[in-house]
């Protein structure tokens, strides 16, 4: 059966449905910055509570007017008949204007089409800019809904408390439900399937024994573990809130996968049963196998002992995952232990995932040293950047400057403090201007992931930036059709991180620039601490360097609703960074050959017909 076709004009209903969503995930984000801020000395609900409405108007006003979004006078009169004072309106007026002026009125188009795209409707213009003052709508009405976060009225709460309540009396058998009491609606294992889950996901109840034959140590879990279950929930939760990405979860669903493998071999299924001592075996087992496990399909068909086996076969100091994998997914887990927890069942308190986390030896300003501006000098006098031989020996000294990812991405790295992989997964169209500044928009788009929601930001361009001739070469970039700023770094039989290609290329000049062996620790990441360091000696305000660097603030109430730094602000800051690159001449845009000629990269692998012997 074919797939419906999008509509082109949305209806009531999925204007209703774009509504709800929006509302419904903005709930949620606003529901555990108050618990986190509950959690704080001098806690003021009512300072909240204005906060809440204040930007409840502010996205209200941004869905009804877009870029001519501002608080004139009748608005005033309205917002002061609701409570606020001249103060806070005021307030709110300055954080609209910088929002405005940053482009917040514009919700990315990637998080606009899955709006769409959740309501089968086409992505027309129309449709997107309806979305858009929907979505708006709807987060403007969970910001108002203060009574929730700071009275603790949820109407919700009673329908849910009736049905905890027949839960529990059809698990201690007072009620036998028609629907659950059938065969149809047994597993092979006998466990009751429990229907009110989400679609597609089919959980073994936790309370009920799973059958003999599956308990065994070599015997797969036949049916969906309870932890897969939930953890299934939660990612969907999850990837509707657009907080993980396709990456993210598919690492999710393999912890929680091992996990019901081990649980599943020991003989435990209800979710309530679990201790510290079950969390403590998995970091052992983690310890234990292979450090590329994961990686192979088979992997996931082997037991426990299989793959204990595997690992034990290595030498004791190459078994394993690394330490940082682990707490990653100590992480999931503790998340899922937190998901569980929201959905009322009784998990043991004394569960503490943080005691079982690897431990590092130095501090984390220490495991990547900062270049120091002496290194940096070094850095920017290597021929790549001064004038080289030719393109392919961009460390011999010559008379040529090309503009490429060596040049202008390691100019980019010093400048703003960025990630190798923010840099390099840059398209065109995050490469954008307003009032005369000219900044990057680090998002998240189709070529690469970012850490976290913390990392998108606007990031104003430092004067040597542009003196350089960077906005020149974008434009040159654009008007061969490329989509990425640095296409050179790019093959089309390679998946692998644009970012790894640009250490290939450039770790040996970093290393003619810093010969010393005890310094090899300084890598391309150490461009952004010596960013970082080089603010925090300018005395430039914690929130700033926040904002530059894709930072969270201390704590949840920092990261509220305070205002992004102004790209004027951020600007006069940034200057305060060394202007290394001085002695550079900017020079006439010159690329890399066989990127103006739009040919195949040198060192693209060429690909072999099937059956070919290797």
């Known amino acids: ?80 008949r609701d409570g606020l004072d001249d103060a806070g309106i005021e307030e709110a007026r300055t954080t609209l204007a910088a929002m405005v002026r940053q482009n917040g009125h514009l919700m990315p188009r990637a998080r606009l089409e899955g709006l769409l795209a959740n309501q089968a409707a086409a992505p027309t213009t129309t449709n997107l800019s309806l979305a858009q003052e929907t979505a708006f709508r709807g987060m403007s009405a969970a910001a108002f809904a203060t009574e929730r976060r700071y009275d603790g009225l949820r109407i919700e709460e009673s329908t849910v408390r009736d049905a905890i309540l027949l839960s529990e009396a059809r698990e201690t058998g007072e009620i036998v439900d028609s629907k659950t009491a059938g065969a149809s609606n047994r597993s092979r294992t006998g466990a009751t399937i429990i229907p009110s889950m989400p679609t597609g996901v089919a959980i073994v109840s936790s309370s009920t024994p799973i059958a003999p034959e599956a308990t065994g140590k070599e015997q797969p879990l036949k049916g969906t573990h309870p932890i897969v279950a939930f953890g299934e929930a939660m990612i969907a939760g999850r990837a509707r809130d657009e907080t993980w990405d396709a990456k993210t979860q598919h690492q999710a669903r393999q912890i929680f996968a091992l996990f019901a493998k081990l649980l599943a071999e020991n003989g435990l299924i209800r979710v309530t049963d679990l201790r510290q001592s079950h969390f403590a075996e998995l970091v052992d087992l983690l310890r234990s196998v292979s450090p590329s496990y994961g990686k192979s399909p088979r992997d996931a068909d082997r037991s426990t002992a299989e793959l204990r086996e595997i690992g034990v076969k290595l030498p004791p100091g190459k078994r394993g995952i690394v330490g940082d994998t682990i707490n990653r997914h100590l ?90 992989e923010e840099i390099a997964g840059l398209r065109v169209d995050d490469i954008e201007q307003v009032s005369r500044i000219a900044y990057l928009a680090i998002r998240f788009n189709e070529t690469r992931r970012l850490k976290n929601v913390q990392s998108i930001r606007f990031v104003a361009l430092h004067p040597e930036i542009i003196r350089l001739g960077f906005m020149d070469y974008v434009k040159a970039i654009r008007a061969l059709g ?89 600007l ?18 010159q690329l890399l050959p066989w990127v103006s000629a739009k040919e195949r990269p040198p060192f693209a692998r060429v690909r072999k017909p099937r059956g070919t012997p290797k």
């Open 1 to 80: 059966m074919s797939e419906p076709e999008p509509d082109l004009v949305m209806s009531r209903r999925q204007l209703d449905g774009i509504f709800r969503e929006s509302l419904l995930a903005h709930l949620d984000k606003l529901d555990r910055v108050a618990a986190a801020e509950r959690a704080e000395p001098g806690f003021d609900p009512e300072s909240s509570r204005r906060a809440d409405r204040r930007m409840g108007w502010i996205l209200r006003i941004l869905g009804a007017r877009g870029a001519a979004a501002i608080i004139d006078e009748p608005l005033a009169d309205e917002m002061r």
């Open 331 to 420: 992480t999931f887990l503790g998340q899922l232990v937190t998901y569980l927890k929201a959905q009322g069942l009784a998990i043991d308190a004394s569960i503490d995932l943080a005691l079982l986390r690897a431990r590092k030896r130095d501090r984390a300003r220490n495991r990547r040293p900062s270049l120091s501006n002496d290194d940096v000098v070094a850095i920017f006098r290597l021929p790549c950047f001064t004038g080289c031989s030719s393109w392919r020996e961009p460390f011999t000294p010559g008379n040529h400057v090309f503009h490429r990812a060596m040049y202008f991405a390691i100019i980019l790295l010093y400048y703003t403090g960025a990630r190798r």
């Open 482 to 570: 490329y989509t990425l700023v640095f296409p050179d770094l790019k093959s089309p039989t390679s998946n692998s991180p644009l970012g790894d290609r640009l250490y290939d290329e450039f770790i040996n000049g970093l290393r003619k620039a810093i010969s010393n062996d005890a310094e090899r620790k300084k890598v391309i990441h150490s461009f952004r601490h010596s960013l970082g360091n080089n603010l925090k000696q300018a005395r430039v305000h914690t929130e700033i360097r926040a904002d530059i660097l894709g930072h969270a603030g201390h704590g949840e109430t920092d990261e509220r609703y305070c205002d992004p730094t102004t790209l004027t602000l951020m």
């Open 572 to 589: 006069e800051e940034l200057k305060k960074v060394p202007a290394v690159t001085e002695h550079l001449a900017q020079k006439p845009i």
